[in-house]
């Protein structure tokens, strides 16, 4: 049957349904509206012309028309099959990507998901239905593996075959820069296993298509991890349990909006899942922050940026407020300082790199702070100061995020930088943080000493302005909340002044 004969035979299926009766040709013209405006895929299709072939053929004794009663003859099924097949053929998808198939499992069949969900305030249209597991292939784009990917292409030269990545998120390849303590489950599969054995996976996997997995990556490869596993901990029920997952697929008329809202949704708002790591996130932000800028004809001014910000923190789900934008522009700014240094000068492994910089992230909100008299404007005028901090925190050396604090004191004194230059060269981790905690200790005693430089000074200047002031200017000019703390600290002084006149004597 080709496409013309199809398409005469479904006019003539619309003329029958209005001879039938006005009521019956209305409804079908609606269906019609209503599949042009929000198109079905070819389940729901097949479906919804059974049900109105059935319905002519009750009334095929009413009608007259013989071009509608041919288009009624024959086997039903053949004649839906190939109405089906020419609408596809009809909007462009007969050359698309090969469909994975949703199936019946646990008497459970394909069905449209109601009500739709919504991703970032979008409304995505999908079908849920049950796949195998080993069916499913993880996404080999998926930002969370970003690192990982661009290791493994580098060292071989390819992309990982389905297997190959199965064992990058199982934590049974070996990568360099991985931390030790995050080798043998670095993505946490084994917890989430766990309790897929126990209850299943509570949050269906979404998928194109084709397939493709665009959220769910943990969770699938949990669900291997039970199916692979030799030893006890998972036994037939559980296996069982893992052999098939239940998921949501987009129709075929989904769109590149609706693929990333997925995403966007699904990894940046909150969730109770594992979400990406901070770096990759503010890394994602940063390139769209780049690509804005990179489409204006001229440097945009302070207003069109904050305007162009707000847009970005919407789009990634981030709000309205541009905060957290700023703070990971910011962040990775450094990120990539730290990242130029290591690879450049010290000749390190880029992607060993990108993983310390990746489980260090939260440093570099405090190495951006106090641009103009703070760490930030003091590492940016000290390249050797600059340089410890880099390599102290490549290695891990920082006790916590408080001692980048007082790095701007550090600068100012050659014995603390000595102390940060001992705790970069011992391999000893605890001799290192005891230089650090050293150098911080010089840093702030020197400050302290300088600010007790020039009292004499400072109290004459103090005591004869103090003189001058006119007495009405503590009823009408002076804030009551300073007039306390004046008070408070002559009481103060006036104690101390005392036991020292009295030790002096007369």
């Not at 970003?146 to 060292?155: A, D, K, P, S, V």
């Not at 391999?427 to 302290?448: I, K, M, N, P």
């Amino acid at each position: 049957m080709d496409d013309a004969q199809v398409q005469r035979e479904f006019e003539a299926l619309v003329k029958a349904a209005f001879r039938v009766s006005q009521d019956v040709g209305e409804e079908v013209e609606e269906i019609l509206r209503a599949g042009r405006e929000h198109p079905l895929d070819r389940d729901e299709l097949e479906r919804l012309l059974t049900a109105v072939v059935a319905t002519m053929r009750r009334n095929q004794e009413a009608m007259a028309d013989l071009a509608a009663r041919s288009a009624l003859e024959g086997d039903i099924e053949e004649f839906v099959a190939g109405v089906a097949e020419a609408r596809n053929r009809f909007v462009g998808r007969a050359d698309g990507p090969a469909r994975m198939r949703l199936v019946e499992h646990n008497g459970s069949k394909p069905a449209p998901v109601s009500p739709r969900p919504r991703f970032y305030g979008r409304e995505v249209a999908m079908r849920g239905g049950w796949v195998r597991t080993t069916d499913i292939q993880l996404w080999d784009r998926n930002e969370r593996l970003e690192i990982h990917l661009g290791q493994f292409r580098e060292r071989q030269g390819r992309d990982p075959e389905p297997g190959e990545l199965l064992d990058i998120m199982l934590s049974r390849m070996r990568l360099a820069g991985v931390p030790d303590d995050q080798r043998d489950d670095q993505f946490e599969i084994v917890e989430l296993a766990r309790s897929i054995a126990a209850n299943g996976v509570q949050r269906p996997p979404i998928v194109d298509l084709d397939g493709t997995l665009l959220d769910g990556n943990r969770r699938v490869a949990a669900c291997n991890y039970i199916l692979m596993s030799s030893g006890d901990e998972f036994g037939f029920q559980a296996k069982r349990q893992a052999e098939w997952v239940y998921v949501w697929q987009l129709t075929e008329y989904a769109t590149q909006e609706d693929r990333d809202a997925v995403v966007v949704a699904l990894n940046f708002e909150p969730d109770y899942k594992q979400q990406w790591p901070e770096y990759i996130k503010a890394k994602k932000v940063y390139d769209q922050w780049q690509a804005m800028l990179a489409l204006q004809p001229r440097s945009p001014g302070p207003a069109e940026q904050a305007k162009m910000k707000r847009e970005l923190s919407e789009r990634f789900a981030l709000g309205p407020n541009t905060q957290a934008v700023n703070r990971y522009i910011k962040m990775v700014e450094w990120a990539l300082d730290f990242e130029e240094h290591h690879v450049l000068t010290r000749r390190r492994d880029p992607y060993e790199v990108q993983h310390s910089a990746s489980r260090y992230f939260q440093y570099f909100d405090e190495l951006a702070k106090g641009e103009r008299t703070g760490v930030a404007f003091t590492l940016r005028q000290n390249d050797v100061l600059r340089e410890l901090v880099f390599d102290l925190l490549f290695e891990g050396k920082f006790r916590n995020w408080r001692q980048i604090r007082d790095l701007k004191y550090v600068a100012e004194d050659d014995d603390a930088l000595d102390e940060m230059r001992k705790a970069r060269d011992t391999s000893d981790l605890t001799d290192a943080q005891e230089h650090l905690d050293d150098a911080v200790s010089v840093a702030r005693s020197s400050r302290a000493a300088a600010r007790s430089v020039g009292a004499n000074s400072r109290i004459e200047v103090f005591v004869d302005w103090l003189e001058q002031v006119p007495p009405k200017a503590f009823r009408d000019q002076i804030r009551a909340e300073n007039l306390r703390r004046l008070l408070g600290a002559l009481q103060l002084v006036s104690r101390m002044a005392e036991v020292v006149l009295d030790e002096d004597g007369p």
